[in-house]
């Protein structure tokens, strides 16, 4: 599913204002209408209400306006409180105030904080309240009178309907201005928006629904970057053919390059997750010494011995790996390789000179900390990085707060800056593409926080991109089955207790489920 940016918004209001010639007053009227609708069907068992409508001075505040008209006219309790003086609303917004006037004698003004008291305690306690006070245009921290509604309305036992996004939460980040509202229902227009979908925003949209006011959907489509929601439909779209004729060369061979001493067992998911992804073959080259123990841990997966320096792989393997790589289709390094000097030289060189798509987790983004400029020799999105936010801090020189206080621009900013395809792991993973892309992953839960989760992935990505998947559409794919896989086991176990090795038997059912 699509999904918009504050200004993505802004700009397909704009043009069916003035391309198509829906006038801002009819758009304002459909959401209204729309959104009561959508009250008063999911929150029947309230009626008649009392119910609460807070209004900002925008064009929030006018949708705020018509759901509380529509909602009168359907038989309902409402009192509405405008948060500004009646002269501060101008355009549809005050189009709308004034028509709710004169039909309703329980509208209210409050500018400043006292007055917002005295209005709040003579309302009574409702049953319904809908939060109108701010969309999504918001950039700034709350403060004020508004702050101090919002702290009231988190306070009430009432369900609260959000009106296109809950107040004091970033449209493009889902980062927390300040304070914001705790959701139980979000109704947002014409299509989600980055900041319902990732966190903090995610959690305190409660249900999301969207509300069709409009837009045509060509205007949607021609928004530029492209920002993806991985949902089951969409994830279906990127799976690579099967064909029935197909046979393992078909489906390409993947070259994994792991393992140290105490870490075998990453290398082997790694392995396994290639596999279970749907690579026709998997190479998996090892320091010499651990050769022996993944020849009894893997099957299906071959091994190759290389050369080794204290319990890692030596500078000395370059060669062999680079021989190795001329008949696959897709190199995945990093599992379980150790931090070693000579092992990271030897990730820097392969990096260099192996020109497969490449996937690189874990010790291989340990080796690449302070040498970034490796990715200029690369071809631009070949390259999938997949850090969880202490790696991608080590990787980018920076504090982990620094990665974790804005997700989806500090992805976006590092794919661009270095050609390469970023998997930001964590609640609703992250991947973004050098050309602007934004994949927003739908799947998963808190029991994939546990070891050897990250390996498996490692291993997907790379069978995708050896089944010839692009760089980008091969991670978010990847990901997405990732998660789906730990969804099934969760239905089954619960979210704890949770083993990499679980999840590897579970990938076949959860992609042939979307197939």
């Known amino acids: 599913m699509r999904v918009l940016s504050a200004q993505q918004m802004r700009e397909v209001d704009r043009r069916t204002i003035e391309d198509i010639g829906i006038p801002g007053a009819v758009l304002m009227e459909n959401a209204g209408r729309g959104a009561a609708a959508r009250i008063a069907a999911r929150y029947a068992d309230v009626f008649p209400g009392p119910v609460l409508v807070l209004a900002g001075k925008g064009n929030n505040g006018g949708d705020g306006f018509v759901i509380a008209r529509c909602l009168l006219e359907?038989?309902?309790?409402?009192?509405?409180?405008?948060?500004?003086?009646?002269?501060?609303?101008?355009?549809?917004?005050a189009l709308n105030l004034e028509v709710l006037l004169r039909l309703s004698d329980a509208v209210g003004f409050a500018c400043d904080e006292t007055q917002l008291g005295s209005a709040l305690a003579a309302g009574g306690n409702p049953r319904l309240v809908v939060d109108a006070l701010f969309g999504t245009g918001l950039s700034s921290a709350v403060r004020g009178h508004f702050a101090a509604a919002i702290a009231w309305l988190n306070a009430q036992s009432a369900a609260v309907v959000a009106v296109d996004i809950p107040s004091g939460v970033h449209a493009d980040n889902g980062c927390v201005l300040g304070c914001a509202v705790q959701a139980s229902l979000t109704l947002t227009f014409a299509r989600p928006k980055i900041g319902h979908l990732v966190y903090p925003g995610a959690g305190l949209v409660g249900a999301l629904e969207v509300v069709e006011i409009g837009i045509p959907a060509a205007l949607v489509e021609a928004c530029r970057p492209h920002n993806l929601w991985v949902d089951d439909e969409a994830a279906r779209r990127l799976l690579p053919p099967r064909p029935a004729g197909g046979h393992k060369g078909t489906f390409g061979h993947l070259l994994v390059m792991g393992g140290s001493t105490g870490k075998s067992g990453a290398a082997a998911l790694a392995a396994d997750g290639a596999v279970r992804g749907g690579a026709g073959l998997v190479t998996l080259g090892c320091p010499a010494q651990l050769h022996d123990i993944l020849e009894i841990k893997l099957t299906e997966p071959m091994t190759v011995p290389l050369p080794q320096v204290d319990g890692g792989l030596s500078l000395q393997a370059l060669e062999s790996l680079l021989a190795l790589s001329q008949d696959k289709q897709a190199l995945a390094l990093g599992p379980g390789l150790g931090q070693g000097e000579e092992t990271g030289a030897l990730v820097r060189r392969l990096v260099r000179d192996c020109p497969l798509p490449q996937v690189i987790d874990a010790d291989g983004l340990n080796a690449l900390a302070g040498h970034l400029e490796i990715f200029s020799a690369r071809e631009p999105g070949t390259t999938v990085l997949t850090p969880h936010p202490g790696e991608m801090a080590r990787l980018a020189g920076?504090?982990?707060?620094?990665?974790?206080?804005?997700?989806?621009?500090?992805?976006?900013?590092?794919?661009?800056?270095h050609g390469v395809v970023l998997v930001l792991k964590g609640a609703r993973s992250l991947t973004a593409t050098p050309d602007g892309r934004l994949y927003i992953n739908a799947s998963g839960n808190p029991g994939m926080a546990s070891g050897g989760m990250g390996d498996v992935l490692t291993g997907l990505i790379g069978a995708f991109l050896a089944q010839g998947v692009?760089?980008?559409a091969a991670a978010a794919l990847a990901v997405y089955l990732h998660g789906r896989a730990a969804d099934?086991?969760?239905l089954r176990l619960g979210?704890?207790?949770?083993?990499?090795?679980?999840?590897?038997?579970?990938?076949?059912?959860?992609?042939?489920?979307?197939?």
């Open 398 to 417: 920076v504090a982990v707060a620094d990665v974790q206080q804005d997700r989806v621009a500090f992805a976006r900013a590092f794919a661009e800056a």
């Open 488 to 490: 099934r086991l969760a």
């Open 470 to 472: 692009e760089a980008g």
């Open 74 to 93: 359907q038989g309902w309790q409402v009192s509405t409180l405008a948060l500004a003086e009646r002269s501060a609303y101008s355009g549809d917004a």
């Open 495 to 515: 979210n704890a207790g949770l083993a990499a090795t679980d999840l590897l038997r579970e990938i076949p059912a959860a992609r042939h489920e979307l197939s």
